[in-house]
């Protein structure tokens, strides 16, 4: 009916007529689509498009690496405004994704937290662990054992290069 399409009978926000009648948008926001017939007849109509989410999630991590300890956590707080959390939102290190939001370490070092979205979007944030102390203290003792007599010194000499030796190491 009527005199059909123009061979480029689609227009998108303004820009070039096209024969293309699909249009790829990658942000939030209302969108014009004109379509025009053979001999320039043209209907306009307008969407408006809500749910598109870049965003990646806003991330906070935080680590008990103030104090010496055998172990150090490393907790993670999460939060996404567009399509939300994905269920398995958390990993470690490039391990696999999970829902665990904490994350127990045992030697220092640099640790990647990545936390995606429902679509996708990843935010990584690191962690750096330097106050776990794993290595008992080095000891040397010495004592005249050679000789006789009534009482013996033992002497103690005792090092440590992690946390450093308690207050009352003897």
């Given at each position: 009916?009527?005199?059909?399409?123009?061979?480029?009978?689609?227009?998108?926000?303004?820009?070039?007529?096209?024969?293309?009648?699909?249009?790829?948008?990658?942000?939030?926001?209302?969108?014009?689509?004109?379509?025009?017939?053979a001999i320039g007849n043209t209907s306009i109509k307008k969407i408006s498009i809500t749910h598109i989410d870049t965003e990646a999630p806003?991330?906070?991590?935080?680590?008990?690496?103030?104090?010496?300890?055998?172990?150090?956590?490393?907790?993670?707080?999460?939060?996404?405004?567009?399509?939300?959390?994905?269920?398995?939102?958390?990993?470690?290190n490039g391990g696999s994704w999970g829902n665990t939001k904490t994350f127990e370490v045992s030697e220092n070092g640099t640790y990647v937290?990545?936390?995606?979205?429902?679509?996708?979007?990843?935010?990584?944030?690191?962690?750096?662990?330097?106050?776990?102390?794993?290595?008992?203290?080095?000891?040397?003792?010495?004592?005249?054992?050679?000789?006789?007599?009534?009482?013996?010194?033992?002497?103690?000499?005792?090092?440590?290069?992690?946390?450093?030796?308690?207050?009352?190491?003897?």
């Amino acid at each position: 009916n009527g005199a059909g399409l123009h061979n480029q009978a689609y227009r998108f926000n303004s820009g070039e007529w096209t024969s293309t009648n699909m249009f790829e948008i990658s942000k939030n926001g209302t969108y014009t689509i004109e379509v025009r017939d053979a001999i320039g007849n043209t209907s306009i109509k307008k969407i408006s498009i809500t749910h598109i989410d870049t965003e990646a999630p806003k991330v906070d991590i935080t680590c008990n690496d103030s104090i010496w300890s055998k172990k150090s956590t490393i907790a993670v707080v999460a939060t996404d405004t567009g399509a939300g959390l994905h269920n398995k939102a958390y990993r470690l290190n490039g391990g696999s994704w999970g829902n665990t939001k904490t994350f127990e370490v045992s030697e220092n070092g640099t640790y990647v937290v990545d936390v995606r979205d429902a679509l996708g979007n990843i935010t990584t944030k690191t962690s750096g662990v330097t106050k776990i102390d794993v290595s008992a203290p080095k000891a040397n003792i010495s004592c005249d054992v050679g000789t006789w007599s009534q009482k013996k010194t033992i002497t103690v000499m005792a090092t440590d290069n992690g946390s450093g030796l308690h207050s009352q190491p003897y």
